[in-house]
């Protein structure tokens, strides 16, 4: 969709980064703020998630499959064989291949929300919200917002500190923390500073998994909703400029070719955040 004529290339695209919030950002960091788009959008569309995993199991048949039912056990059983292969306690995986399910279909469908013409809702909003007293700004894809992903992956952090206690136990995990990578020493104080040392590889462990984890999912998305907004530009000098024609033709084929490429990029960073999180549950597991 073409872009405001009233709005510089520029302006456009920062208007499209803009969240709309609770209160205005006043740091850097300001836990206070909340991106209201992202939450809405993204319990929307989990909820929706929710409800199609349900339908397809109330309506789960013995007999043949119908195409709805074929195409979520597929996924089922995707997800179900990557979870054994890498989470070896059969008890875990009663509930960590479920979630890993939804988490999959989930991410997938706030991915899907890329697909959607740049300018289509937040034009609906533009038009409804001034005079429903919002501010004019919305953003829809909810994994392009890293509070959104790092939320997700910060999640994924708190499920392998419980499996860490619940499988190793509060002893067997502290031991792990002190005493892995590098071992330990007889020696006392050898003992203390490999222990420490360990302890510090642990922690930038965890950190740089739950950070790389969410920042991964977030900078695909981020990437491909700007180049959305740069096609759609395309469109936008089609309506003004001399060679409108060539402006628009190209924005189709762009539009089209990386629409095509980006259903692929969607699905794929869903199961990798799916397999990222599968993995990281399997070596909450794993003793060292």
Known sequence: MAAEGTLTPGEYIRHHLV?????????????????????????????????????????????????????????VEMVDTQAKSVIHNAQSRKLVAPLALTVFVWIFMM???????????????????????????????????????????????????????????????????????????????????????????QMIEFVAKTVSHGMRLFGNMFAGELVFMLIALLGAYATVSLGGSLFFIGHLIAGTVWTLFHILVITLQAFIFMMLALIYLGQAHDAH
């Open 19 to 75: 969240h709309l919030t609770n209160r205005k950002q006043e740091s850097i960091v300001d836990f206070s703020v909340i991106n209201i788009d992202s939450v809405v959008v993204s319990s929307v569309l989990g909820l929706l998630t929710v409800f199609v995993l349900w339908l397809a199991a109330r309506g789960a048949t013995a007999g043949v499959p119908g195409r709805f039912q074929a195409a979520v056990e597929m996924l």
């Open 111 to 201: 991915n899907f929300m890329d697909m959607i013409p740049v300018d289509l809702i937040p034009q609906i909003w533009h038009s409804a919200g001034p005079a429903m007293g919002f501010k004019d700004y919305l953003r829809v894809v909810p994994t392009a917002d890293l509070s959104t992903t790092l939320g997700l992956s910060v999640s994924v952090l708190l499920m392998c500190l419980f499996y860490n206690i619940k499988i190793k136990g509060l002893g067997g995990w502290a031991h792990e923390l002190v005493c892995a990578p590098f071992g330990t020493s007889k020696n006392p104080i050898w003992a203390v500073l490999l222990g420490m040392v360990n302890f510090l590889m």
